[in-house]
């Protein structure tokens, strides 16, 4: 819905990730709900567009876009198409972990993932609830203890999502057991790591191609080289970017809130009852009420 929202250059995005959408999404629809699971031919196809990765700095091949309605295109054409586990999981990776990438990464580990991220070849995700802890991230369990070279990283993780096809997953881990606050550090677990491994995908009352998935983590090598950010940071690093977070979920509340405005406004019109379109509150004499 045109809010006055959007200049020329919004609008001519707009029909590629139409154009997108209709290719690639609509016609896997079902598909994806019956698999529950997205797949990763779509990411790729959606790297190529530039419809994935365009916060990503341009050097490794994303959009370099601070401009946020680009990113309400995106969601509202794929809200227009009932595609809200693809917008989920899209927002996952561009909204929430991307930036910890863009703004915690050291130049090694930026060129290292950076560029899967903007095209779409890496799917990332970011685990933050455990078993019976839900959002009270103070009383993580996961630990990582410190040995030569990185760390051993020990615990369970559960309704994350992209958690099945995650190629990176950012844990937050407790690296301090005496740190209060401040003993909680980010580490990237990278797929295929030794004792790594992916539990349920778990069954959803809604969206239910976008896979979540219990992680767990038995004595898995992290190189020291996979911190993100600062040891100890990640409790202030998950604050920077929770503001970020929080306006993806309006965004998607808003695009799925006017999709489903407009689908009613079509059904209503096109509906015909009583040998007449219901256009009006109804024939009193039949008691019926549209």
């Not at 020329?8 to 019956?34: I, M, N, Q, Y």
Request: glycine letters at 10%; hydrophobic letters at 40%.
């Amino acid at each position: 819905m045109d809010r006055g929202l959007y200049d020329g250059d919004h609008e001519a995005f707009r029909e590629t990730v139409r154009a997108f959408v209709a290719a690639e999404v609509t016609p896997k629809l079902a598909r994806w709900d019956s698999q529950r699971l997205i797949d990763r031919d779509t990411w790729r196809a959606a790297g190529r567009q530039g419809i994935v990765g365009l916060s990503g700095p341009a050097e490794f091949g994303g959009g370099d876009m601070s401009d946020y309605r680009f990113r309400n295109v995106i969601m509202e054409e794929l809200a227009r198409v009932g595609a809200g586990s693809l917008m989920s999981s899209f927002s996952l990776h561009d909204d929430i972990v991307m930036p910890y990438f863009t703004a915690l990464a050291t130049p090694r580990q930026r060129d290292q993932w950076l560029p899967g991220m903007c095209t779409g070849q890496l799917i990332a995700a970011i685990a933050m609830t455990e078993p019976g802890t839900g959002s009270d991230l103070r009383a993580i369990r996961t630990a990582a203890r410190k040995v030569e070279g990185g760390w051993r990283l020990d615990g369970a993780k559960t309704f994350i999502t992209s958690g099945i096809q995650a190629d990176l997953v950012v844990v937050v881990t407790r690296t301090d057991p005496n740190g209060g606050s401040r003993g909680f550090s980010l580490l990237v677990v990278e797929a295929g790591a030794a004792g790594f491994s992916r539990g349920r995908k778990l069954d959803k009352i809604g969206l239910a191609a976008q896979d979540t998935a219990e992680l767990f983590f038995d004595d898995v090598f992290v190189p020291e080289e996979n911190l993100l950010g600062v040891e100890g940071g990640a409790l202030r690093h998950l604050r920077q970017h929770l503001p970020l977070e929080r306006l993806s979920i309006a965004a998607i509340a808003i695009a799925s809130a006017d999709a489903a405005l407009q689908w009613t406004i079509d059904y209503v019109q096109q509906r015909a009852a009583f040998s007449s379109p219901q256009t009006s509150r109804g024939d009193p004499a039949s008691g019926a009420r549209t």
